[in-house]
């Protein structure tokens, strides 16, 4: 079965940066849509930022300009790297795939942006 495996994550202060990795196995990935969504407490599960399997990229208005998606096919890796953190950037980060006909999610990486 396909498994998202992720890891980065961790505590960090405002200002500081993280990058998140995102390994797939089980699943072709060159032709996969591969996404970050976040979950704050309390809150709604929301799209973070999403690269097509072309490379072209959605990122979310709230961390337009700090945080960057990209895909390292080779390495069946998704990344995403997140500058300038804010506390409302915290929560778990989960990846996620879109392959024809299916989606599947990591288990999450817990981010936690405070002073």
């Known amino acids: 079965q396909v498994q998202l495996v992720e890891s980065g994550g961790g505590l960090v202060q405002p200002g500081g940066s993280l990058r998140l990795s995102c390994a797939a196995s089980r699943i072709i990935f060159s032709i996969t849509t591969m996404g970050w969504y976040r979950q704050a407490l309390g809150k709604e599960r929301e799209l973070v930022a999403r690269i097509s399997s072309d490379g072209s990229t959605v990122v979310t208005d709230s961390v337009k300009g700090r945080f960057t998606i990209s895909r390292d096919n080779a390495k069946n890796t998704v990344y995403l790297q997140m500058n300038s953190l804010k506390p409302e950037d915290t929560g778990v980060y989960y990846c996620?795939?879109?392959?024809?006909?299916?989606?599947?999610w990591g288990q999450g990486t817990q981010v936690t942006v405070s002073s």
């Open positions: 996620n795939a879109i392959t024809p006909g299916s989606g599947y």
